[in-house]
């Protein structure tokens, strides 16, 4: 019997590939970012307030990611931006390789701004680089504020969380403070925004911060 | 629940290797996998029995190494794992607290049989490949 070392990673095919897509998108200027969530914390309904706010302002793109249907796409459609669906038949997130395709059927020189809203999961996508700038994790009020202890890795690896949903605070046991303050003892350096696609409190500043980051992009 | 495609991933790096190096049957496949991988290794172990069944492979035995995650601090150099999670250091209560261990998701080591040829297929990739 003999042992051989080979050290090889085994996300190295999906990091190639991530890597790739980051300088594609770097290359350009445009500023990419994952949306991450458990279903139904409402990353579609934030994306269509976040497209209503910045659509004079800025060029958005969207790849949707779902393990079946386009409905989201379809949704998305609407507001009259470019977005192409990914559908994983089953499979639990978003690889680099489907990104890849995806940014293939999208003029990207003609975008400032590309989100790519991963698979409903608090798990599995936060170990899957897909080229992002960086992951924003949306999280509501409705979920429970211990949230970002149940499930820390999705809010380790994010550097943006938006707490949605606020307008429904009166009504469900969650105490934002509890959930701000589990989710910094995770990742102090969570940048926190607070919204509800509702009564559109908190849009205008998370839109703002995005434009920052466009503008750094760009630069 | 993604362990299918971790597992054939690790499968695909053990199949590259011997079919580049025309190595010998393979044994047992080491790898390491860190406690913030997000891999469930029973099930990991499980996928690639499965995988492996039928190919030049079968019966190499995974051994799989979990690493814990370790947190070092950056103040005071104090290094922590129990709840590594919870960025705070216990020794001086700093909040810059990066992790040094835990990511880890590698393919390490491949223990070889000398004596016993990997059967491989006519265009010489070790047999059973997809």
């Known amino acids: 019997m003999s042992v051989v070392t080979i050290e090889r990673k085994v996300l190295e095919k999906n990091d190639a590939l991530a890597a790739q ?25 934030l994306l269509e307030q976040t497209i209503v706010e910045l659509r004079d302002r800025l060029r958005l793109g969207v790849i949707e990611g779902d393990v079946q249907t386009d409905l989201d796409a379809q949704r998305v459609a609407r507001y009259g931006v470019p977005v192409v669906q990914v559908v994983t038949n089953g499979s639990c997130h978003l690889e680099a390789q489907l990104v890849q395709n995806a940014a293939d059927q999208l003029d990207l020189d003609g975008l400032d701004v590309l989100v790519i809203e991963n698979v409903g999961n608090l798990v599995c996508p936060a170990n899957f680089d ?36 606020i307008d429904l605070l009166p009504y469900v046991p969650c105490d934002i403070e509890a959930l701000k303050r589990n989710a910094r003892q995770i990742n102090p350096d969570l940048v926190i925004f607070e919204t509800s696609c509702t009564s559109r409190e908190g849009i205008p500043a998370w839109s703002d911060w995005i434009i920052q980051q466009a503008a750094a992009a760009h630069a | 629940m993604h362990e299918m495609g971790i597992a054939a991933s690790v499968v695909d790096i053990v199949r590259q290797y011997v079919t580049d190096a025309q190595a010998p049957l393979v044994r047992r496949v080491h790898v390491r996998v860190g406690e913030l991988a997000g891999v469930q290794t029973e099930s990991l172990a499980f996928c690639f029995e499965a995988i492996v069944a039928g190919t030049a492979l079968q019966g190499a035995a995974l ?21 590594a999670f919870l960025a705070i250091c216990p020794a001086c209560g700093s909040g810059e607290v990066p992790f040094v261990s835990g990511s880890e998701l590698t393919v390490s080591e491949l223990e070889l049989d000398d004596e016993v040829e990997t059967p491989v297929d006519d265009v010489g990739q070790v047999a059973g490949a997809r």
């Open chain 1, 130 to 165: 897909l080229g992002e700038a960086l992951k924003v994790v949306v999280l509501s009020t409705t979920e429970g504020d211990d949230k970002p202890l149940k499930y820390p890795a999705m809010f380790r690896n994010a550097s943006v969380l938006v707490v949605n949903k």
């Open chain 1, 21 to 45: 897509n980051r300088l594609r998108f770097r290359d350009r200027g445009l500023f990419v970012f994952n949306l991450v969530s458990s279903p139904g914390s409402g990353k579609t309904s």
């Open chain 2, 63 to 83: 051994d799989i190494e979990h690493v814990p995650a370790v947190r070092a601090c950056r103040g005071c150099g104090e290094r922590f794992g129990d709840g």
